[in-house]
């Protein structure tokens, strides 16, 4: 077999806010890779960087941060490397992105079939009647029934899971290599959830998309994603295969999160949960970020541990790991 | 819609009436007209016949309802020094305070909006800077104050537009206008500038803040995702968000400035209404004083009603009529 060019490599990337308190490094040493036609899912806590990992990739880091460290290899090129234009084109065409709250992503003053439009033709010189076409068969892709009515709609005459839909939508319009969807479900309720799912999936598997999927559900992990990458602090402390990784978690953090899944516990018995908080990135704990809620903490833990590769191809970002592989 | 604009009628007609009896009431205070009016020369007898000529020699009660019974004949009386009707007379005068006006809220738009959006994408910026200082200015020093410099600088120390008057005037549907000559306009590009300038610092303010707050939102980030050109996203994104504030203050605003215009047609010798009215003052002419006050009352009725059906033309999520 040839080998072929990742769709998406990150490989140490860092990216740093530099706010008037001084410099927060909201994503710190992150790696993964996405094959093509693969779903990643970045799982972690609130505030563990997963949106700034996901906005990185995008060139769209709000300021006062950017990117100072590591390379985004989209199919071989360095993002990090290019300039706003060349961004520009690529933002949209190649990579597109659907965020969080579908009730804020449409501009509330434009109707659907200008925001659609205007996608496409912002990347191709098309007619205005191919356009609302394409658009027309996006709508009707992701299950929105009559689309030429609803071209016609202002984003308040949709309900939320609706939105998500036409934000899904608008990002395979221009039939991208790589979709990042920063926790795109997390407010729809469960049905729509599922579905969205179930529909994203497959469109992934026909066009050969590439998927990163943003969210701090496992559960919506363990149904969709090939590939796992678990966040703490701005570090990737946990990635592997999704089976690996849930059904025999490494890391003490991902033991916690898994814990605390209520469906994987017997029923009757108490949810385990991880104590503490989860540490502000002003003052993170020497060493290991994960010791003071670490049930294994040791002395070793007051340095920072580096990545350990084990035998399935994991890595992991943990002391007693480390320990473990050095001692066969 | 229609429901909303017979609601709206019956409102406005209730507020008509309880202005007439206001305005009724307070041009009676102002001051006795036959002072002014009469010959003090003149014999008792003389002095009587024209006291009850103008009707003032009966009690306010029935004056007051003479006045209404012909007001709804769309008769709202004789001027006592023109012995012209009193509507004629404004609206003889009203096209010119129209022009103004109108003018000036142009102005305000065509210069507060990108004025105050540059503020707003560059609020650190020198020009960020420069421009709300200027807008500081704009709200802050008196109309006719900034009204007589203007005259000093552009008319008296340059020479280079002049002081007062329409200029020269061409008929637009037989209604006189100035902004169609080149006199007219340089007549009329000071007094309309003095009367932007409020307008214009509170259509900055606007646009600025409107600005900032507009490119926080989410879906100005996910147009960024897209891929969409920052001229289209500022164009349209940002501009078609902020002209929901701006156009329904100055909507709401237009009214003021035909009320402002009082102090800049006085400065400039502008043959407005606002001078008209400052003249029937000084006259004590009561039924044009009246008139005119009625006559801006129902303007500003007007004005608002157009600016309801226009927010709901910007704004797809507001719909006239309320909960349905
Ligand atoms: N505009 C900003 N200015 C300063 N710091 C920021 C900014 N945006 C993000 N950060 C920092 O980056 C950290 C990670 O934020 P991020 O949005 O990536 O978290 P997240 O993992 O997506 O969390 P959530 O699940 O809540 O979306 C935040 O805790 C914050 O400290
Ligand atoms: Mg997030």
């Known amino acids: 077999m040839t080998q072929t060019v990742p769709t998406l490599q990150v490989e140490n990337l860092q990216t740093q806010f530099f706010t008037k308190a001084g410099a927060v490094t909201a994503v710190n040493d992150v790696s993964f890779t996405v094959n093509r036609g693969e779903v990643l899912g970045l799982v972690g806590e609130s505030g563990s960087g997963k949106s700034v990992t996901g906005f990185s990739i995008l060139g769209l880091v709000d300021q006062p941060g950017r990117v100072t460290g590591g390379k985004i290899l989209f199919k071989g090129e360095d993002l990090t490397q290019y300039t706003e234009k060349q961004y520009k084109q690529l933002r949209g065409s190649r990579i597109s992105m659907v965020f969080q709250d579908p009730m804020m992503t449409l501009n509330p003053v434009l109707r659907i079939d200008t925001q659609m439009v205007e996608a496409i033709r912002a990347h191709e010189n098309v007619s205005k009647a191919e356009a609302l076409q394409r658009a027309r068969d996006a709508l009707g892709q992701v299950g929105i029934p009559s689309p030429e009515e609803r071209l016609k709609s202002y984003p308040h005459q949709f309900s939320g899971g609706m939105r998500q839909r036409v934000a899904f939508a608008i990002a395979l319009l221009n039939k991208p290599d790589l979709i990042i969807a920063d926790e795109p479900t997390t407010a729809l309720d469960v049905t729509i959830q599922a579905q969205i799912l179930y529909e994203t999936q497959k469109l992934c598997r026909e066009t050969g998309t590439s998927l990163v999927w943003i969210t701090h559900d496992l559960t919506v992990v363990a149904g969709l994603a090939d590939t796992v990458c678990v966040m703490y602090a701005g570090k990737v402390v946990e990635s592997g295969k999704v089976d690996d990784v849930l059904d025999n978690p490494k890391h003490p953090y991902t033991e916690g999160l898994i814990g605390s899944v209520p469906s994987r516990n017997k029923r009757g018995q108490p949810l385990t949960q991880i104590p503490g908080m989860t540490p502000s990135l002003f003052n993170l704990p020497k060493g290991c970020s994960f010791r003071e809620r670490c049930q294994y903490a040791s002395d070793a833990c007051q340095q920072a541990p580096s990545i350990s590769k084990c035998e399935d191809g994991r890595l992991v970002r943990c002391h007693r790991v480390e320990e473990a592989l050095s001692h066969v | 819609m229609l429901a909303f604009t017979i609601r709206r009628l019956s409102q406005s007609v209730v507020v008509l009436f309880v202005m007439s009896i206001i305005v009724f009431a307070g041009v009676y205070a102002i001051g006795n007209p036959v002072d002014i009016l009469i010959n003090p020369e003149a014999d008792i007898a003389e ?78 910026s020198v020009v960020g800077r420069v421009i709300m200082t200027g807008s500081i200015l704009g709200f802050s020093l008196p109309t006719f104050w900034v009204g007589l410099m203007l005259i000093m600088l552009f008319s008296v120390n340059m020479g280079w537009l002049p002081a007062s008057g329409r200029g020269e005037t061409v008929d637009l549907f037989g209604i006189p206008v100035s902004f169609l000559t080149l006199d007219g306009l340089s007549h009329l590009f000071l007094p309309a500038f003095n009367l932007a300038l409020f307008k214009m610092s509170l259509v900055i303010r606007l646009a600025r803040s409107g600005t900032r707050e507009v490119l926080l939102q989410d879906y100005i980030k996910f147009a960024r995702a897209k891929g969409v050109s920052d001229a289209r996203i500022i164009g349209v994104h940002v501009l078609k968000n902020i002209m929901i504030p701006v156009v329904t203050v100055l909507g709401l605003e237009l009214g003021s400035v035909i009320a402002f215009a009082v102090v800049t047609e006085t400065v400039f010798a502008w043959p407005g209404i606002g001078k008209l009215l400052i003249d029937s003052i000084s006259h004590l002419d009561r039924p044009v004083v009246v008139a005119y006050l009625l006559l801006t009352v129902t303007m500003f009725i007007v004005i608002n009603f157009v600016v309801d059906i226009l927010y709901s033309i910007l704004d797809p999520r507001v719909r006239l009529g309320g909960a349905n």
């Open chain 2, 47 to 124: 002095q009587e016949e024209t006291i009850r000529r103008l009707g003032l020699d009966k009690p306010i009660w029935t004056q007051y309802g003479l006045f209404l019974a012909n007001a709804l004949q769309g008769d709202l009386g004789n001027s006592f020094v023109h012995n012209l009707p009193a509507l004629d007379i404004i609206f003889q005068r009203l096209p010119a305070t129209l022009e103004l006006a109108f003018l000036a809220v142009g102005l305000a738009v065509v210069f507060g909006v990108p004025l105050g959006m540059l503020a707003g994408l560059k609020p650190d």
